[in-house]
């Protein structure tokens, strides 16, 4: 016969056994962590070699205890990627606050699920309470609430859903949550900028109405919508018979930072009626800031928000939140099910959080921004946010003071777009290969896209603690390497003689 204690001892909270395991397993991966720091921003290894060095059984016999896994966890941590080195600059992928790392083991250990006030009861109230915060930083009305997800995808989408599903219950009485789609449902459109998130259509196809919905909008010199072109764009649209549902703003590009006039496209919205749905994933951070805020102007009047925490909020993946101006929105993705969250505690006044999210079990992730906001304050909080913006100037500065690179873009948050030597093939090859070469080197991690039909290069700087004397080397490796890449290229091209 197996004792209970040979399985309490696995379980956080089941007996003194269990937590002392917890604590040993805690202290390993504080060790563990703790040689982090040292790491550079990648190894270089390629999937090959990953597989070789973690290679061994999924799933044996027995368990091979913390020493000889410790040894194994040591090789996957030294072959990942290093958010906090000044060399990690590809994507919005940050360092995490350690207040918030201590959260996450917090809210793992406790394992609440925010589907049901029965499973999270004091977490459903902490998360209603930070997003009413959320509501109120954005300056969204009394009416407004909104749901923690996964991501910046999640919520763009259901800001689309809840748009779409609006639009056809008040401009035709149709309940998409009861009958589906009408039959001329491919009458709509969402309209977005040039630059704005994958994402966007992303939703169209979820929401069966396919890529062909996306209207995507001219932008100006600072790849920021151009109000007059949206508005044609609507003008047109309405001419043809086609159905303008939501315009989605990007207040934070993924590529450039940019940030569209939110209170002119606003004004377009109310004028035409029309769902504004602002993707701030990126720059909604900005929120918390004092000489950046400015930039946001407009997001107040928006109909539904996208806000994540794990880009410029410092928090692990994953941490996001979806805001909507009118809770009762929420209306057309409710579902009540008599064993989580029937329509007699609603009545009540339980909050079972499922009502207001296209998932159901959830984690509470609100406890890592909650932790993170109550450990720093809004002042120290809103410096680091702009030191992200400040990074972005002080390197826009030293590659317009470079002979070899080029700025395409004017920064406005944290990204900067550049390119080396542009003008010729050999240029335009090297810009291609440059950031897969430094990557592959373990060298250091830095964006590439295509601006305009061409390959450039992107920094995304996302740790507030980098050094303006680390832009400038990480800018001097690029130089050093692009140069050398510029040489290989010329000599392997063919004789033009």
Known sequence: ???????????????????????????????????????????????????????????????????????????????????????????????????????????????????????????????????????????????????????????????????????????MGWSAREKGLPRDANKMRFLCSEVAHFSVEKSAIQLGLGTQAVRRITCDEDFRMHPDALRAEISSLLAEGLWPVAIVATAGTTDFGSIDPLREISDIAHEYGVWLHVDAAYGGALLLTGRYRQLLEGVEKADSVTIDFHKAFFQPISCSAFLLADEGRFETIRVNADYLNSEDRETEGIPDLVTRSVLTTRRFDALKLWMSLQALGRNQFGAMIERLADL??????????????????????????????????????????????????????????????????????????????????????????????????????????
């Open 1 to 171: 016969m197996i004792d209970r204690n040979s399985f309490a001892e696995h379980f956080f909270g089941t007996g003194e056994e269990g937590a002392r395991s917890y604590s040993s397993w805690m202290r390993m991966a504080a060790d563990l962590l703790s040689l982090a720091p040292d790491s550079p921003a990648y190894s270089g290894a390629n999937p090959d070699r990953l597989g070789e060095l973690l290679a061994g059984e999924i799933c044996p016999e027995n368990g091979i205890g913390q020493e000889v896994l410790r040894e194994r966890l040591e090789v996957l941590l030294q072959n990942s990627i290093a958010p906090w080195h000044p060399f990690t600059a590809a994507h919005l992928h940050t360092p995490v606050l350690s207040s918030s790392l201590a959260a996450e083991a917090i809210l793992t250990a406790i394992n609440q699920s925010m589907d049901s006030f029965d499973q999270a009861p004091a977490a459903s109230v902490l998360e209603q309470k930070v997003i009413a915060w959320l509501c109120g930083l954005a300056g969204l009305p009394a009416t407004a609430s909104g749901t923690f997800t996964a991501g910046g995808t999640q919520s763009n989408y259901m800001g689309l859903l809840i748009a779409r599903d609006h639009f056809l219950l008040s401009r």
């Open 392 to 497: 972005a100037l002080i390197a826009a500065r030293h590659i317009r003071n470079s002979t070899d690179l080029e700025l395409i873009a004017r920064p406005q948050f944290g990204t900067v777009v550049f390119r080396f030597r542009p003008g010729t093939a050999e240029a335009t090859r090297v810009n291609e290969q440059l950031p897969h070469l430094m990557f592959a080197e373990g060298r250091a991690v830095i964006g590439h896209t295509v601006v305009r039909g061409e390959p450039a290069l992107k920094l995304t700087l996302c740790n507030p603690a980098t050094e303006e004397y680390e832009v400038r080397e990480l800018l001097d490796a690029i130089t050093v390497r692009g140069t050398a890449l510029m040489s290989e290229v010329q000599y392997a091209s063919p004789c033009a003689c």
